[in-house]
């Protein structure tokens, strides 16, 4: 997922402000707390679940990387990368640890750029398949688990986490794939754009790294596609509704 490659140290201060803004926002409001502690377990699904997406469409495109190093696990701590989970949990916006691929490893079959493209969609992918998962389960229980129980405190619960995990996997879909550097999409459009193109964005990578790390930190990023998670999630909710 994210690779960042420049001024880390001034990325992490920003990052740790915002972290600690949101805590003190989160502290001033116990009903706000209990939702975002009820969304751990959905930060942790979407992120494993995403990584190893990447790791083991690379495996299954002949690139062993992610199994030699023990990405190739539905482990967590495999998976996460401590201040993007933080972010994630706390902020909105968040990542796990990169997993590593070579693309001269893939099969010949289709080129290694066309191999990037399908291992990097293969994250966002699962993620929005995972919320369609959750949503069938979340229409289920509503239909087969009684009013007694939806009502009770453990149903309630159960409920919201469910919903929580919803959203935070379409999220994370959604969010890595705006077209920009570190992110998934940015790999995707590659195979699709013109030769010219491609080497201005190559040659520009570092621009575009900072430009996505303007529009996440002023909340640009946010704006742009929370239109976009929640149409895509309550489409996801209806469409499941349909089908239980």
Partial sequence: MFNFSFDRRTLYIVIGILVLISLVSLL???TALYLTLLGIPGVLIAITFHEFAHGIT??????????????????PFAHLDPIGTLMLVFVGI??????????????????????????????????????????????????????????????TIIMQMIVSTIVTNVGLG???????P?????KVIMPFLPYNAKQ????????????????????????????????????????????I
């Avoid at 495996?59 to 482990?75: F, H, I, P, V």
């Avoid at 289709?110 to 229409?139: C, D, H, Q, R, T």
Wanted: aromatic share 12%; charged share 10%; glycine share 10%.
């Fill in 200 to 243: 201005w964005f190559i040659n520009n990578e570092q621009i575009f790294y900072i430009i996505f790390i303007i529009i996440w930190i002023t909340g640009i990023a946010g704006s742009i596609i929370s239109p976009a998670i929640a149409w895509i999630a309550n489409g996801i909710m209806r469409l499941c509704s349909f089908i």
């Fill in 28 to 30: 001033s409001s116990p």
């Fill in 94 to 155: 968040g990542w796990g640890k990169p997993v590593h691929v070579n693309p001269s490893n893939y099969t010949r079959k289709i080129s290694m750029e066309k191999g990037e493209a399908i291992v990097s969609i293969a994250g966002p992918l699962i993620n929005i398949i995972l919320a369609f998962i959750f949503g069938i389960i979340y229409y289920a229980i509503q239909r087969f688990a009684g009013a007694e129980f939806l009502a009770s405190t453990v149903g």
């Fill in 182 to 186: 570190p992110l998934d999409g940015s």
């Fill in 174 to 180: 959604v969010f890595n794939l705006i077209p920009l």
């Fill in 58 to 75: 690379a495996y299954m495109l002949g690139d062993n990387t992610a199994k030699m190093e023990g990405r190739l696990s539905l482990n």
